[in-house]
């Protein structure tokens, strides 16, 4: 047994390592939320961006529809996979910490973004995007999270120019490269590391 006398340097390292190494497989598994959600707005947003583009009244009705029943599924599968959990490390906090404060912040550019229009409101989603995914990419040093949120500022900064259509597309395409393709990167890095 290790006691605090000979307890190396060498030992904390490796169990920081240790530490760190589990938030990532965790994440990893949560990469399941990134891309569930990246999925998820962009079916709403290309439903959105036909409903518009070809005269269908009702194609709106899928951002009251989806999104709830999605925030329903990711708060049960949350909870079912808290309960699999046996220890929560500080970067568990960090990334909750981070991803708490999105969705709030993401909550109130929904509720009062329309009021300055279209263009506004997706333009500080994508934002909002980037800063997530950038953070969380830095807390786990991984690389595709953070590449993909820079994707996500220069489609926030291209979305500025186009027309109010034309966001739909935008937005389906910053959490195309932001969520879905380094949420899939990321499972599939757990998946080999759960195999060796």
Known sequence: MTTEKNFKPEDSLKLINGIIHSAKNKLADDGFFLIF???LIIVCAMTQYF??????????????????LGGIFSWIYGAK?????KVKTYVDTYIAYVWGGFLFAMILTLVFGYAHGLKATYFFLMLLYGVATFVTG???????????SLFSFALAALSVFLGDLDQFLCISAAL?????IPGHMLRSKFKSQENV
């Open 81 to 85: 996979q808290d309960k699999k959990k």
């Open 176 to 180: 195309l490269l932001s969520y879905v």
């Open 138 to 148: 830095g807390i786990l040093n991984f690389k595709p999270l953070i590449f993909g």
């Open 51 to 68: 409903s518009v583009k070809f005269n269908f009244e009702w194609g709106s009705l899928v951002w009251a529809i989806l999104p709830p």
């Open 37 to 39: 959600w990246g999925w």
